[in-house]
């Protein structure tokens, strides 16, 4: 028992170191084998990753090749049409050259731009005297249907620095020159040159034709004062773009010298007839929808046939205009004021006289207008004499070649004579339908 036991101890001594170093030798194994699979699969990870990489680049090259190809099969097809287009323009020319021996389609493109406007009337009035309704220089006619114009227009450009209009006026009576002028444009120092036949810039209506007016007539005030055909006639006229005055964001100055009178405030049976006119603007954006514009105005001219008297017209003027960006088709609100004071020299002595008026006009939606005015006026020869007028309108723009307007006008006169008209001049109620049509560019726009 003692031996066996011996034995045993002795075989435990020998293989027990045997043993441990065949467990550490596993263990070892076992953490390089573990090392050996976290290296393996760290190196596969690396491969995928690079491929991805490549992959990734790849995928780019192969949609820069793509867009390329693209963009040269655009071009190509650019290059293409443009060929096609200069083989078709060169095909053009030829015919051209072959066909249009006379130059009759290069004198098409030189011809104006040519217009034809109507304006008809039919008015009655509470009274028939003859002072309202026989046409005059103070009145269109009334109790009647009437023609009140027709009007020719040829507008085009001369050259590049000069620009000719020419307005013919047709009336049942008698065919004249309303205005026929021509302009040279974007002179030196901001200058604008006009000579012929023209309204002149005068306070805000005077520029506007009839058919254009924010009502059927002119106010009385403008109409005693220089009849019903505004101031006007044959002469020259500049106007200089100037620097920005009285804080405004544009301002003008129109200076005019022409022969012109109406027999009103001054006379039309003189030698030289010679009118002097300064017009000065200034305009004011408010907002993006609103504008604000005031002007100052003068006229001096002899008022005898034998030109020994002088009569000095003067004009302040104010508008302002509201149209909304977003719905300027259907709403726009439009007021103009006018204020005006006469100083005429006679053999005793001088007369000064005053008138005014304002308009407003309201654009309630994309076809009908609203309009209402009033006016006052002392006669400049005699400021004892007065009249005040009342107007109201209605306004349906079928289009904008043919507008319809129902108007109503109250007239109060205290005159006692009126040039080469004597009394009765009564009060009198006029309702007054208007119809107004137009053919080409030139329409009803504003002057």
Known sequence: MKNKFFIFCLSMIFFLPMAQENFLAQENISHQADASV???MKIESDTIAQRLEELDKLLSEIKAKIEKQEKEDEIKKLLEAATQLSS???????GLAKRFHTGDRQQAG?????????????????????????????????NRFELREMELSLIAPLDP??????????TKHAISIEEAYLEWLNLPFNLNLKTGIFYTEFGILNRYHDHALPQFDRPKA??????????????????????RLFFAHASSLDLSLMRGG???SFTDQGKFNLLAIAYLKNYYDLSKDTYFEWTLSSASGKNDPNEKYLSHVSDLG????????????????????????SRREIPSGNVSSFSFYSSLQNKINAQYWLSTRIGYSELP???????????????????EFVFFRLQYQYSKREFVSYLNYQGPFPDDHTLLFHVCWAMGPHKHEIY
């Open 381 to 399: 020869w005699d400021n004892k004499q007065h009249e005040w007028d009342f107007t109201a309108c209605v306004d349906y723009w079928q289009s």
């Open 38 to 40: 976290a290296e393996k």
């Open 318 to 341: 104010f508008a302002v205009k509201w149209v909304p960006s977003d719905r300027a088709k259907y709403r726009t609100i439009d007021w103009k004021t006018e204020l005006l004071y």
């Open 222 to 243: 403008l109409v005693n004062l220089f009849s019903n055909k505004g101031l006007s006639g044959f002469g020259f006229a500049g106007s200089f773009l100037l620097p």
């Open 161 to 170: 620095f000069t620009r000719g209009k020419s307005f013919v006026s047709v």
């Open 88 to 94: 078709v323009k060169k095909k053009e020319e030829v």
């Open 110 to 142: 030189l011809n104006p731009n040519i217009s034809l406007g109507g304006d008809f009337f039919a008015a009655i009035s509470s009274t028939k005297n003859k002072f309202i309704s026989e046409p005059s220089s103070a009145s269109y006619g009334n």
């Open 262 to 264: 109406t027999g009103n």
